[in-house]
């Protein structure tokens, strides 16, 4: 009998693909739509293309799946979404942290909540379009390597995820680039074939953070103080609307005036003041991270260097990794790095292979010491 | 495998016999039943024709029978209409707590938009009401009662000629939405007493898009729609003539079948009640077994949560619906099942049956042969397996 497969479909065409090609490797495929949250929850602009959850969307993906002649549900998760995505989103920013939304949602959400799902439906695997290889590595481990096509790495947000999470995961897209799933789609047909995709965080509809922030603890009766933007000897320069607003090595926006440039050095939550100063200030060549996961790497036998990304759009660079506990790791660059933001991932990798990642949470400059 | 269809109560297929009645009226028969023209009168002629038959069954005037769209809107005429007729004298309605949606919500509406008190009467373990929860929540105010005839949920049918006398008593309007029970169990608006009936065609074998209101003589509502003088000027707009035609001829076939239907029905969804009962463990019905439409079984797996069932069905070739509005990944039990006074997480896992004319013995065994593993594999994975809660 075939192998039961839960395709995650975002109503975009990866995933669609995705779903095509595990049917055509003869798997029993069956697609589900995550409802992960509502315009009217969110907010934003309804009408913007290429956007998940939507009602266009899910009418993608049904007719994707009816194309490929696969069952095709949509699972309502919002609950869990808004709990563990959403609300701790907005409590980041609360805390003065920039947090990673999709990064807890894959672990959270879609190796959670979803999973849960497909083994409940008797499946083997779950499937998604990301664009990753899983592989089992020499010991003995899996994890997840960078896809062929390097423009779509996606590894950045998976490192989340535990052995037993992988280990019932499918990526048939690791060993393709977009151009040839898109050719794909077009070949059989798939409405979704040429569909614009979007790679913001998707319940921000219109890629406006602030705007999200504010209306939603609105929503919830809060606000956010506002207070005083202050440079590192403690002088006041300016007034902010609330530190969440503002991001670590942000410049634009802060409404103050200076002779050379201004950038946001720290969120300082307890005195409600946001730290600006030069440049030069924003460079740091160590940092501590927490809910440290390996993957690739044995916890037990972590290795000592690391090429290490920052953030999304991060080259990453050579550090020395210290084990401070099971979960918890210093980080020290060989060369002092731009704005490292507390509350955003940070990655592990050997070569093209993901040793594991954890959540940043201080910043230091080791070597003024 | 040939798909296995056990959700009669969502929608039916139409029968030949009906399609063949209907065909006319698309082509040839095309005509607006307002024309004065030939092919109006011919229409017209045909749309009178299905309207006394229609009456004939339920026992009405064909003049107390006007034609809608289906069961929601018959509902909601009968909710929104009545009250904006009486808003200026009373301003009180009852609707049954078991209600389905369409009667619950213009209700709702009424009371949150418009000031109108809105009173849920309660039921008991079977979902059945009684005369004196009836007559406990009648105000001086009280211009409409709502309870459903036969629940799509569970199939409970409830006694209406007892709650009709409280409200004839009191000069109470009496509704009753009979989309399930009308075609299958004897409706008589008479017998019954009930002073405005909602009853549709997709239920009995019969097209979408085609449904009436009876509103007994004598009885005003205030239209919804405005635009023509079509069913008296009560709902506006042209007629669906092929729709209604068959309709009359669904209901047709439904009076000539019930007796044989209901007895055969009604003893295979006894079967399939008995069956899962004695097979899985830890399983409730959530039907009464009295007094109930015969073809629909709700039954609870405890522990196995009901999208997951529905979905797992699915997979299987079985078609059945979980009967509860999925809201959440914590699916939201059925209104109809909490208000019963069923446990929120017994209520969760609680999947409706029902069974049509071309369900088979064969259909049951092969049911009772894929289901008791899928409720296996689910409680092994849930935290509330009743083992575990024991």
Redesign the interface.
């Known amino acids: 009998m075939a192998v ?1 497969v839960l395709v995650a479909m975002s109503g975009g065409v990866d995933s669609s693909v995705a779903a095509l090609l595990l049917k055509e490797q003869g798997y029993e495929v ?1 697609g589900a739509h995550m409802k992960l949250w509502d315009y009217v929850e969110v907010g934003g602009d309804i009408h913007k293309d290429g956007r998940c959850c939507t009602v266009d969307s899910i009418t993608d993906c049904r007719f994707v799946c009816d194309a490929i002649g696969a ?1 095709f ?1 949509v ?6 979404f808004r709990e563990k995505v959403i609300e701790n989103f907005v409590s980041e920013y609360r805390a003065g942290r920039t947090p990673n939304p999709c990064v807890r949602c894959n672990s959270e959400v879609k190796w959670d ?1 979803f999973l ?2 497909a ?4 499946c083997e695997y779950i499937a998604t379009g990301h664009y990753a290889i899983v592989e089992r590595g020499e010991n003995g481990r899996l994890r997840i390597r960078k896809g062929v096509d390097g423009t779509r790495d996606q590894s950045y947000v998976l490192w989340g995820l535990s052995q037993d999470a992988l280990s019932k995961t499918l990526m048939p897209l690791g060993m393709l680039t977009k151009a040839k799933v898109r050719d794909l789609a077009r070949k059989h047909d798939l409405r979704t074939a040429d569909k614009a995709e979007s790679r913001e965080i998707c319940f921000v509809a219109d890629d406006n953070y602030r705007r999200f922030l504010s209306e939603w603890e609105e929503k919830h009766h809060r606000r956010f103080e506002s207070g005083e933007i202050v440079d590192e000897a403690g002088q006041v320069l300016g007034t902010h609307q609330g530190t969440p607003f503002y991001t670590i090595g942000q410049r634009k926006g802060l409404g103050v005036s200076n002779p050379k440039p201004l950038y946001v050095q720290k969120i300082d939550v307890a005195d409600n003041r946001v730290v600006v100063g030069g440049e030069d200030a924003l460079y740091a060549d160590s940092l501590i991270a927490d809910s440290v996961n390996w993957m690739a790497a044995d916890p037990t036998a972590i290795p000592e260097f690391a090429l290490v990304k920052i953030r999304y759009l991060h080259k990453p660079a050579p550090a020395r990794l210290i084990r401070l506990t099971d979960s918890r790791i210093h980080v020290i660059f060989q060369q002092k790095q731009r704005a490292i933001t507390p509350g955003q991932t940070v990655v592990f990798y050997d070569g093209d292979t993901v040793l594991g990642g954890g959540v940043i949470r201080e910043t230091s400059a080791m070597s003024a010491a | 495998m040939d798909p296995i269809y056990l959700d009669h109560n969502a929608t039916t297929p139409v029968e030949p016999e009906v399609v063949d009645a209907m065909q006319a009226y698309f082509g040839r028969r095309f005509g607006n039943a307002s024309s004065v023209h030939q092919f109006g009168r011919d229409a017209k002629v045909a749309l009178e024709t299905a309207r006394e038959q229609i009456a004939a069954f339920i026992n009405c005037e064909p003049s107390e029978l006007f034609f809608t769209s289906g069961g929601t809107e018959s509902d909601n005429i009968a909710v929104l209409g009545t009250a904006f007729q009486w808003q200026a004298k009373k301003n009180h309605i009852i609707v049954g707590s078991t209600e389905h949606h369409a009667v619950l919500e213009p209700a709702e509406w009424l009371h949150h938009k418009h000031g109108f008190g809105f009173d849920k009467l309660p039921v008991d373990r079977e979902g059945f009401t009684s005369p004196d929860s009836l007559r406990q929540l009648m105000t001086d105010q009280t211009f409409l009662v709502s309870v459903m005839h036969g629940n799509n949920e569970t199939g409970a049918i409830q006694n209406l000629t007892a709650l009709t006398e409280v409200c004839r008593e009191r000069n109470v309007l009496f509704h009753t939405d009979a989309v399930q029970s009308v075609g299958k169990v004897p409706v008589d608006v008479k017998k019954l007493g009930v002073d405005l009936l909602s009853l549709t065609g997709h239920k009995i074998y019969g097209p979408k898009g085609a449904g009436a209101l009876f509103v007994r003589q004598g009885v005003k509502i205030t239209p919804l729609f405005y635009g023509g003088s079509h069913e008296k000027k009560r709902r506006p707009g042209t007629e669906n003539v092929a729709g209604i035609v068959g309709l009359a001829k669904a209901l047709e076939i439904a009076g000539r079948r019930m007796a044989d239907d209901s007895a055969r029905l009604g003893a295979l969804t006894d079967y399939f009640i008995e069956a899962v009962l004695a097979r899985i463990p830890h399983t409730h019905l959530n039907s009464p077994r009295r007094n109930r439409l015969p073809q629909v079984a709700n039954l609870s797996f405890t522990g196995a ?1 009901g ?2 069932i529905v ?2 069905l ?2 299987e070739g079985v078609a059945v619906s979980s009967g509860s509005a ?5 699916t939201e039990p059925s209104h109809v099942l909490v208000a019963m006074g069923i446990d929120r997480i017994v209520a969760q896992g609680a999947i409706r049956f029902s069974l049509g004319r071309s369900t088979t013995k064969e259909q049951i065994d092969r049911v009772l042969k894929v289901l008791p593993p ?1 409720i296996e ?2 409680r092994a ?1 849930s935290p509330v397996h009743p083992q575990t809660q024991a």
């Open positions: 039961r069956i069952p549900y699972l309502n998760l919002s609950a869990d909540a849960l799902k083994e409940q439906l008797g | 949560e999208e997951s979905l797992s699915d997979i999925c809201t959440s990944g914590a899928i594999r689910l994975m």
